[in-house]
């Protein structure tokens, strides 16, 4: 291991080091600005937003370092080979969600592209190609804390999912921007694989709300697929949406605290972040937020993990 600010682990992860500060949380828009910018939402869609207020001034009192890409296929199957152990979908029978194209879905599914639970898909079968360099998908939250622990274990260093706090911080690396490069949703074709025009194809009840750009993808892409943010980390908006440490509740902004917040106290859900393959322009914000059970595994949800600084 190294002490300057990269370093790569045992297993092929690359971290950065993200450097304590403080920055501004939380949505940082008017609605008046958001529905001149995203036009294609109707107005309820754009100021039921709440649980990304209000914004508020947060510190990160310790350096960290964070992945610099999505845990990937590869590096999950390993930790599955050398542990034995058995993701949720297989341990708890129900396996997991997947792709199915819209010909093969029953007329009932109009409204979604995902078939599932079944026990046929898996982190291994989506519904699409993925190889060993994609993101890990079909991972539950339970999943994600398991290789945490087991790379603290190998590592003899603490391991673990990055706060909400901590995502957002890296995600915005400074720039106080909606999404870290730009402000603007026909930038974000280059910045991450989002719900695109290729993407669009896959989902026609909602391809309206497809950005005008191309990706280059239609599902998920390879980790590290495009450029890094001024932090140097990469894939955070799109290509999956990644799980973090804390529970879900959509007032917890306004009684949380303001240097290294860790969540509530209690919660069912738990929160993921930076949108997926499938997500659209407004969703895939550094501010965004989302949640699902702490036990949900699906074709658009994995995770990157925090490598503690000592």
Not at 22 to 46: C, H, R, W
Not at 145 to 172: D, S
Not at 260 to 275: A, I, L, M, N, T
Not at 284 to 301: D, I, N, Q, V
Request: with cysteine; aromatic share 10%; proline share 5%.
């Amino acid at each position: 291991m190294s002490s300057s600010a990269k370093l790569v682990d045992s297993v092929g992860m690359k971290f950065v080091l993200i450097p304590s500060g403080e920055f501004l949380m939380g949505n940082k828009d008017t609605a008046l600005e958001l529905i001149k910018d995203f036009p294609k939402y109707e107005v309820s869609q754009i100021v039921q937003l709440d649980d990304e207020r209000p914004l508020r001034q947060v510190k990160i009192s310790k350096d960290f370092y964070l992945g610099v890409n999505e845990v990937t296929l590869g590096q999950f199957s390993r930790f599955l080979s050398e542990t034995n152990y058995l993701p949720e979908s297989m341990k708890d029978g129900k396996g997991a969600y997947g792709y199915a194209k819209p010909d093969d879905q029953p007329q009932s599914a109009d409204v979604s592209i995902f078939v599932g639970p079944a026990a046929e898909f898996s982190l291994m079968n989506t519904g699409f190609d993925q190889s060993q360099e994609h993101p890990v998908v079909n991972v539950s939250w339970n999943d994600a804390i398991a290789m945490a622990a087991w790379l603290t274990e190998k590592e003899g260093v603490r391991y673990r999912l990055p706060t909400e706090a901590e995502w957002e911080y890296a995600c915005l690396a400074n720039q106080q921007k909606r999404y870290s490069q730009s402000n603007h949703p026909d930038d974000l074709s280059g910045i991450g694989n989002t719900f695109d025009q290729e993407a669009a194809s896959t989902w026609s009840p909602a391809d309206e709300l497809a950005s005008d750009g191309s990706d280059g993808f239609v599902f998920t892409a390879p980790t590290g697929s495009y450029s890094a943010n001024a932090f140097g980390v990469k894939d955070m908006l799109g290509n999956v949406s990644e799980w973090v440490a804390d529970g879900y509740d959509p007032h917890y902004y306004y009684h949380s605290l303001l240097t290294d917040p860790q969540g509530p106290e209690v919660s069912g859900d738990k929160v993921h972040r930076g949108g997926a393959w499938n997500t659209s322009s407004l969703d895939a914000r550094c501010a965004s937020r989302s949640h699902a059970a702490p036990s949900g595994r699906h074709p658009t949800l994995g995770f990157r993990l925090v490598r503690e600084a000592s």
